[in-house]
């Protein structure tokens, strides 16, 4: 379970599109892993499941995929979806039944504790933000105006506040608007989610499933193996899957 | 089509439990059905499709359903979802799926115009605070703590605006909050549901349905035949129903 | 000092209007006052000065100012100002200023702990809205529409939030808005400036000052002896007060 | 009047320290001045007082204040403050005089229009945001934990929507929180600050004034000839010196 701070974003290499490719460089000694993709590795190797709950590139490699179906062993991620996200993937299949069209969604983070000031490197950043915005996209089907800032505020310490601001139009292009708060402690909010995973995937290992597990996509901002974004999808199928695993177990 | 203003509260009477009894008393010119009701007879008694759009009375009578079956006739209600319940019933889910208990749910709806003139009148407020307190419980499954206010603020005209502030509980009883404002256009909300509602009972009448519509769900704050609120299962039921109302017709 | 629960509102009697008359009542047996001015009379009487943090009627008759002036004893009053209303008094001269008039300020207040315990019962919340609306009226220089509601939340513990909603009015008829949320510990707020209020009171005191004390209108809601609600004027006025006392001290 | 779009940030130079200095650059045909200092040159020389209220360099340089001098040409700036700054130097000495220790301050601004597509130019934003961060600063009396965005969206026309969120500290430590949401026309906020500080500048021009008038702060974000950002001193501040100017004239 890759619980770390969010690396940098990482250059993608030839040696990432195969298992033999990737063998190679690493015996040759070069650098073509980032720490949390090593990890992966090293726990897939071993037989065990990795989960990576950050948007760090971790098993997200089609060498680590081809690696965790040959030792049969399921693999899930990335990035917790705690806060804004899961608001944003709770609002937005709203605003697609009703055919408000979303104009454009800003956003603002304010956190404090270690994840916080990992994120004031903008190299880190970049990659969560990467993962904010790909779910929005997603989840509604079309483009909008969306920018997200993060902010490290030291005196936030454990918790997390969201601003969020939604501009959207309705019936004879009259423009309305919707905003929220979100006042979460990240741990709190994260822990669970965890303890979750661990028994999922580790259900999924012994019912004999490998490689990326899209069921799992409930969890996170930015799901392996599918683009459902939408929240209570997600969760039919987390529910629907998790009863199936149960009764061949 | 009811979109008049909202009734206040009119007592039960024995004399809508069924169809002979109800025209007894009309017969006998007793004023047992307000004018919601009297309109809902006098559509369905004419073999008319009829849908209250507010949380006014309307064919919501044991003995209305009878006419309405015997007449073949489709009715839908009641009292259109179009702000801060839609977003309650898009949120509750959320809380609920990820076992988020919510500890409270306090709102403060301010609008003008001519619904906001009416429901500044405490009985006729009293129909619509009923009708919103109802569908959050029944979302959540549990009763919570949820004051809703409703103030006629003359300057906001046609436009509403909702505060609501959600507390809830997390991981080993972590306290958390979430607020949101909606800024809405109540007129621009309500206009393409109210010809969607018109476009559907229309469609189910020629379909051959009868009686209350639950699959119309989606559309309304407190829907007649049913307690599903979660606006997504809603959008699920209309859009499957919608489709085999299609086909045959 | 009165910190307890604020009363429910007592009614003007003639006994009030003078000491002979209330001593004529008081000796006659007659309950002519509510427990918080029998506490201001007994304070005054033995020659303490008495300050009231809540907007029960406590000192605020002409009798007990006569029998203040009598025994040479200042008091201060009433409503301690410690959130929703701090904050309108702080930004209604900025609306005032900038002559962008307010057409309409509606506010909710949540809280939890034994004052929003015995707030919850109507009678107790009327004495405080009253003392709420008066501010921000006296504050601007004219009527606005500013409905506000307090709301019992047993989850909100010691804690109070308030949402407000202002409506405003710029160059030729534009109509814009802000809103503010306040999330404070009611004792935490309250405390200091029960601290400050015990020692400028005594310092008073033993300068000479005897009956109503304006200067002290920083502290207060409904202040006693002035209508100047505009906070940065009652500091300025405050300040330049004290640093007399001390000098005269 | 200066109220073309916002100029990136321009390198300080020798030749803007003294009036000498800077013919001598002009002559020799170097590019010292930006296009700002060269209106604000042409309209002091030629005996018209100038106002600049964007953050641009305009006449805020000492060769220009001796021109200013030397021509008996009064001048005013910079950076109209009109939002968020406005409510921010409304709050700050509420916080101040109730000794509500400011931990961070933080904001996002949303704008579209001309002004937030040139905002959207990171130099030409980051002068906006140095006159920005400034009077936060300086009206508290000690720096706190301040960020601030300007993002731009196409869709808000010439609306502005500015979040802030306010971490403060009260007795015992104990955290608190304020938040804010202003909504405003920017055009129907600045139109009559133009309007006004045209007739002032004329009328301390006619009562004989010369170079920056510190006495105008109460429009200005970064106000020239003075560090006083408290809205209601300044206001206090400029009432008194009209008055005096129309007295004389």
């Not at 993608?12 to 990890?39: I, M, Q, R, T």
């Not at 990659?127 to 079309?142: C, I, N």
């Amino acid at each position: 379970m890759n619980v770390s701070s969010t690396e940098g974003l990482f250059a993608k290499l030839a040696a990432h599109n195969s298992l033999d490719k990737l063998n190679a460089a690493l015996d040759a000694g070069e650098a073509v892993l980032p720490p949390s993709s090593l990890y992966a590795y090293a726990a897939i190797d071993a037989g065990f499941p990795f989960v990576d709950f950050t948007p760090s590139t971790g098993a997200r490699l089609p060498a680590l995929e081809e690696l965790a179906i040959e030792r049969g062993v399921p693999h899930a991620g990335s990035d917790g979806k705690t806060g804004e996200t899961l608001v944003k993937t709770a609002l937005a299949p709203m605003f697609l039944s009703r055919n408000l069209r979303v104009r454009s969604w800003a956003g603002l983070n304010l956190l404090g504790g270690g994840d916080g000031l990992s994120l004031s490197e903008p190299n880190r950043a970049a990659a969560k933000l990467e993962s904010k915005a790909r779910s929005l996209d997603e989840a509604l089907g079309y483009e909008t105006d969306h920018p997200v800032h993060i902010d490290y505020l030291e005196d936030m310490g454990q918790w997390k506040t969201a601003w969020n601001h939604i501009s959207f139009e309705g019936f004879m292009g009259t423009s309305m608007k919707m905003q929220f708060t979100w006042e979460g402690c990240d741990s709190a909010l994260a822990a669970p989610l965890v303890i979750d995973l661990a028994r999922l995937t580790s259900l999924a290992h012994s019912s004999g499933k490998s490689g990326a597990l899209p069921e799992l996509a409930f969890f996170f901002k930015d799901p392996a193996g599918t683009e459902e974004h939408r929240l209570s999808h997600q969760f039919h199928q987390l529910v629907t899957w998790a009863g199936q695993l149960t009764k061949r177990a």
